[in-house]
Structures are given as structure tokens and as C-alpha cells.
């Protein structure tokens, strides 16, 4: 494949998707501050960048950060000045709208798609990410070719911003469903259901979902973020979010080992 694809950002997403790129012969320029995770894709067949205009010659470069203030910084530090009219800029990380609308009236001839990702961790290994995407739909079927080595499904949503209040969406689902497994199962627990045999039944009914099936195995570490991104977003058109309040307020006490605990038969509130 001629088409040349800057990652920037090597953490647990970024890094499987470079490494899914290099595995498919995708030339691949990789820039991350983790000299390790850089040179562990550098001896697959990456490239490495020094600094964000290091990936000038990229047609594509993706940006897999966590956070608006992050995506904005590496932008800022040379990327848009350093990237070809034409090339496009693909934000793949959870942001608001407002951030891409921001990079776009910045990048001048730099197309600018929002791409948000979905599917965690495993999805990003597997090479099976769900992508969520906003912005011009005829630049991004240019650039289908190098998504298909890292998804399992990539979803044009609308205007740019569009994949960013998917993924909200997709997050206030994912949120709440974890809140309320862990409730329902501890209910379970205490009238005397072995937890792990009701999710094996519930997930032969309507409750079935990514997040009951695996719950133990999610990190949880976000959903401050989403959620305050997503109230960011329910204010802008005075929309209430109830319900994503009372998870907010809910998930604190909500952690890995807990629904492990539960999941294995124990009760962490009663030893």
C-alpha cells in the first residue's frame, strides 16, 4: 500500500492499531513519548518521528490521545503546519465537537474527519474496532483502506463533531449498563442466585450485552470523562440527563475487583 499513516499516541489503543498497519504493510510513522512502546513498533517495520512535524509526509495521520487539551497540544506543536493540503487528519480519540470544529478551522486544506473509537482495549487488539466517524463522507471512504486493517465496522454518522456525540451516546449505554450489572447481580447474589449462573441465563435474553458478557475484564478508568463530556454536550442543546447523574454519582464505588468479587460468589460488603 502507497499511502503513508502517521500514528501519534502508542497507549493501549494507539499501539495495537499502529501494530495492526505495520502487520498489514502499511507504511507506518509512529510518535509517542514512550520510547519503548516507539521502539517495539520501529523494530516491526515502523517508522519512528521525532515530533509531531516529523509526520509531514504522512497521508494520513491518526492522533490517538486521551484527551481534547492532549489532541490540541500535538495539533499545535507542528502537526497541521508540518501536514500536506490534501492529507487528512483523523482524531481518534474521545473529544467534543467543538474540538473538532476547532482543528478544522485551523487546518485549512487538512481534511479533518472525527473518529471516535469503539470497542475497548481487547477490540483494539483483535484489530476489531467500531469506528464512529463525522466529516466529509467522500474523504473518508479515501482513506477506508487504511482503516480496514484495525475494524471490524466503520460508520459515517454525518457532519464532522457527528462521531464524537456517537461515542457520547455509546458511553452513556456503556456506563449505565455497568452500574446496573452490578446492582442486578449483587440483588441476585443476596436472594440467593449464584452470580455467574445468572449472567449465563441472562445473557441468553434481552439483557444481553458486550458489557454483562465482560464486565471483570473492563478497566472503568473513563467514565468521569465521558460523562462530563457528555453533560458538556446535554447543556449546549438543555438537555437532562438524569439517569446519567445518579451513574455518575453511582460509579466511584464501582470497581473491577468488586464485580470480580460478586462474579466469584462473594459479597464485598459482607466478607
Known amino acids: 500500500m502507497s499511502t503513508r499513516v502517521g500514528v501519534v499516541g502508542l497507549g493501549a489503543m494507539g499501539g495495537p492499531i499502529a501494530g495492526h498497519l505495520v502487520a498489514a504493510g502499511v507504511p507506518t510513522t509512529v510518535l509517542d513519548v514512550d520510547e519503548r512502546a516507539v521502539s517495539a513498533l520501529v523494530e516491526r517495520g ?6 509531531p512535524s516529523g509526520l509531514g509526509k504522512c ?41 473538532c470544529a476547532a482543528l478544522a478551522e485551523r487546518a485549512g486544506d487538512v481534511h ?10 481487547r477490540g483494539a487488539e483483535a484489530g476489531q474496532v467500531n469506528l464512529l466517524v ?29 462521531g464524537q456525540v456517537a461515542k457520547t451516546m455509546n ?21 440467593g442466585v449464584e452470580p455467574a449462573k445468572a449472567r449465563a441465563a441472562l445473557l441468553h435474553g ?10 471483570e475484564k473492563m478497566r472503568l ?5 465521558d460523562i462530563d463530556n457528555a453533560r458538556a454536550m446535554a447543556a449546549s442543546v438543555e438537555h437532562p440527563l438524569p439517569l446519567t447523574e445518579q451513574v455518575y454519582r453511582m460509579m ?19 466478607g
Open 46 to 51: 515502523a517508522t519512528a518521528a521525532a515530533a
Open 59 to 99: 497521508d494520513v495521520v491518526l492522533v490517538v490521545v486521551p484527551s481534547d487539551d492532549d489532541v490540541l497540544a500535538v495539533c499545535e506543536a507542528g502537526l497541521l503546519d508540518a501536514m500536506r493540503p490534501g492529507s487528512v487528519l483523523v482524531v481518534s480519540a474521545s473529544v467534543r465537537p467543538e474540538t
Open 112 to 121: 479533518v474527519l472525527d473518529a471516535a473509537l469503539t470497542g475497548g482495549v
Open 134 to 162: 463525522g466529516g466529509d463522507e467522500e474523504v473518508l471512504d479515501r482513506v477506508r483502506p487504511v482503516l480496514e486493517p484495525w475494524t471490524v465496522a466503520v460508520h459515517h454518522l454525518g457532519p464532522l463533531g457527528s
Open 171 to 191: 458511553n452513556l449505554c456503556h456506563w449505565a449498563q455497568v452500574a446496573v450489572v452490578q446492582e442486578a447481580l449483587l440483588l441476585g447474589q443476596r436472594l
Open 206 to 215: 434481552p439483557a444481553r450485552s458486550g458489557t454483562l458478557a465482560e464486565i
Open 221 to 225: 478508568t473513563w467514565w468521569r470523562k
Open 252 to 270: 466511584p464505588g464501582i470497581t473491577v475487583d468488586r464485580i470480580a468479587a460478586i462474579i466469584d460468589g462473594r459479597d464485598p460488603d459482607r
